[in-house]
């Protein structure tokens, strides 16, 4: 038994950030009724520092009709140095808010109308509506809706977001510099793909209106 166990543990220490939490924030009830009820006039007020980098520009995601809770929770996790930004601005931004600042943010950006499309969307990789079988590569659109919405908890909407963050982020979970997506779902994913095909999803994601 004492073998195993020790066995068990180097295991654990080799795979060093895999066995590491992926985020600390935990979506109970009480979680999500707080978020719910942010503040969108205060998130506006707050939001002013915000707006010269998330204008849907550059490699930099717009943030106008994103899901509340998806927002939350990276701003938690930016805070908390599960998800890291490479220049560190959003890890240093992050530190300073308190949790209901970031709740009134992200019901801010949640009211505002999204970015939309401009069309001529064409999934030419099958991925996003249908996967792809001998891969075991599951369709985009069973987790962020048929339409690029976004569902559940807090899956983010894809539709008509800045095609160049699209591709850095997939990028980002294929290599593992990011890593705060939820039992590495995001990673293994990324993994499959190759670069031509995350190209052409984050293009197919970004013209849906």
């Not at 590491?20 to 205060?42: I, M, N, Y």
């Not at 995001?186 to 994601?205: F, H, N």
Request: hydrophobic letters at 35%; charged letters at 20%.
């Amino acid at each position: 038994m004492k073998a195993i166990l020790l066995v068990t543990t180097g295991m654990m220490l080799a795979a060093g950030v895999d066995a590491a939490p992926s985020t600390q924030v935990a979506w109970t009830p009480a979680t999500l009724d707080f978020v719910k009820k942010g503040d969108a006039d205060r998130g506006k007020t707050l939001s002013a520092p915000c707006a010269s980098c998330h204008d849907g520009t550059g490699t930099n995601p717009n943030l106008n009709g994103q899901l509340p809770t998806y927002l939350y929770r990276q701003l938690q996790d930016y805070k908390s140095g599960t998800r890291q930004d490479p220049a560190t601005i959003m890890n240093a931004m992050a530190s300073t808010l308190r949790d209901q600042d970031m709740a009134d943010l992200a019901v801010w950006y949640g009211q505002q109308v999204p970015m939309l499309g401009a069309g001529g969307a064409t999934d030419v990789t099958g991925i996003a509506e249908r996967g792809e079988g001998r891969r075991m590569e599951p369709a985009c659109s069973a987790c962020h809706g048929t339409g690029g919405q976004g569902e559940k908890v807090d899956t983010p909407r894809l539709a008509g977001q800045n095609a160049a963050y699209l591709e850095a982020t997939l990028l980002a979970y294929k290599s593992g510099q990011r890593a705060n997506d939820i039992y590495s779902r995001m990673r293994l994913i990324a993994g499959k793909l190759s670069d031509v095909e995350i190209r052409q999803l984050a293009d197919y994601y970004s013209r849906l209106k």
